[in-house]
């Protein structure tokens, strides 16, 4: 297993377009974690969640924005009708049910630009 | 509800002195802390974590961070510098909710 895997890693996208992002998580790991970060901040909590069920969603995720883990196993995050502000650094992590050694993998992220 | 404050946006140290990046925490209950490096265009990558147990925590590459219950922080540290070390640094905290939360990072020059 080479660890959390994201794609594309970068996206340039039209504002007013849709866009997607594909996450791979560790594969024995059930918890699945998006954050947004933008530049000179620290990234941001949008949404987590333990197997295929959505726990928890930060009041940052609009309603233009929709993450989802069908089988438990990968997970997607879509932006419908982009705006300049989205643009940003999207990271995805996992984890192990009791976090492990080594708390959340974080893969290398999806930059997304929106002009 | 739980906050991170990093309180330098850069640090600049020699290399081979020993260097400190500061993050005090806000959480109700037992925290859990983290450090995470970030290079440019990268993910971050973990370093060490507090659960419980000894205040003094070593983690990859040489860094450790020491744990203050009453001053509420949790400082990484190095006892001598390199080079590579120059990156972004982020202090993250955690309850029992499962989520992180960041600082909004620190970014560490070392110079030769």
């Known amino acids: 297993d080479t660890g959390v895997s994201q794609d594309p890693r970068h996206k340039i996208t039209k504002r007013g377009q849709n866009v997607t992002f594909r996450c791979d998580p560790i594969s024995e790991h059930n918890r699945l974690y998006w954050y947004r970060q933008t530049l000179g901040q620290g990234p941001e909590f949008l949404t987590y969640f333990q197997n295929e069920a959505q726990l928890e969603k930060s009041r940052l995720l609009s309603d233009r924005f929709s993450a989802e883990r069908p089988k438990g196993s990968f997970s997607t995050l879509e932006i419908q009708r982009t705006e300049q502000g989205d643009s940003a650094m999207y990271l995805c992590a996992s984890s192990p049910p009791n976090r492990g050694n080594y708390g959340y993998t974080f893969g290398s992220g999806t930059r997304l630009t929106v002009v | 509800a739980q906050s991170v404050a990093q309180p330098e946006d850069q640090v600049n140290v020699a290399e081979g002195n020993p260097l400190t990046v500061k993050c005090t925490y806000s959480?109700?209950?037992?925290?859990?802390l983290f450090w995470y490096v970030q290079y440019p265009n990268r993910g971050l990558q973990f370093l060490l974590k507090?659960?419980?147990?000894?205040?003094l925590v070593k983690g990859s590459y040489g860094f450790e961070a020491e744990f203050n219950k009453s001053q509420t922080s949790f400082h990484l540290k190095k006892p001598s510098a390199l080079v590579s070390d120059s990156a972004l640094y982020f202090c993250a905290v955690s309850d029992n909710t499962d989520k992180l939360i960041f600082g909004t990072g620190t970014r560490l020059q070392v110079f030769p």
């Open positions: 507090y659960i419980t147990g000894d205040n």
């Open positions: 959480v109700s209950g037992n925290p859990y």
